[in-house]
């Protein structure tokens, strides 16, 4: 009984569900040059940490099938922390979009656009952020769904991270990339029909 109620849910959830809803990006990397005069990261210093974290659609609009597509960045998810001190994005006016790369069309490359990003109003700060690899091994795919993993900074040829102000910038050394997905709804709430079906078939 407990096998076949098990079997049971495990099959709708199959057939009910997608994979996930979203996909997080993240970056980890340490202070390489900092520049700033004012905003909440001038006091960096060199070697401090330094994270981004933000979700973007688990599907894209594709540009050029199996080369590349494109992702809206979800703003609220956004956070980039320096030292432990967090900044997000702006909110409003001209979205912000992920473009990836997969031979395209040697090269295999994450950028988000525009090139200047603009984050929290008071911060003074923009945001940029781009990785790309000449040799075009670092992708299995244009499609993030595709690209699931952690990936070493050896990973990528060329990056930029940072931060920029009137008065200067902030440079980020990157140590890893990845992209995970983010389980639905659903999914979880699956998860938990299955773990209450199977205790009470105990």
């Not at 979009?97 to 656009?113: E, H, I």
């Not at 992708?139 to 050896?154: E, F, H, Q, V």
């Not at 940072?162 to 998860?191: K, Q, R």
Request: charged share 15%; hydrophobic share 45%.
């Amino acid at each position: 009984m407990k096998k076949l109620l098990t079997t049971f849910v495990l099959a709708s959830l199959a057939v009910t569900t997608p994979a996930f809803s979203a996909i997080t990006i993240e970056a980890f990397g340490t202070v390489a040059d900092n520049s700033l005069g004012s905003g909440p990261w001038a006091a960096a210093q060199i070697g401090d940490p330094a994270h981004v974290i933000f979700q973007v659609p688990d599907t894209g609009f594709v540009i050029d099938p199996g080369h590349s597509e494109s992702y809206e960045l979800d703003r609220p998810t956004f956070s980039m922390e320096v030292n432990g001190i967090p900044v997000g994005l702006r909110l409003t006016g001209i979205g912000v979009t992920a473009f990836v790369g997969n031979d395209f069309p040697v090269a295999d490359a994450f950028v988000l656009g525009p090139d200047f990003i603009a984050m929290t109003p008071g911060s003074g700060y923009s945001f940029n952020f781009e990785l790309h690899d000449s040799t075009g091994t670092a992708w299995n795919s244009a499609s993030l769904s595709g690209d699931i993993g952690t990936y070493a900074a050896a990973a990528f040829d060329d990056y930029l991270w940072g931060a920029n102000s009137e008065n200067g910038g902030l440079s980020i050394e990157l140590s890893s990339f990845v992209i995970a997905p983010e389980p639905t709804t659903l999914a979880l709430l699956g998860l938990a029909t299955l773990v209450t079906a199977r205790r009470r078939a105990r």
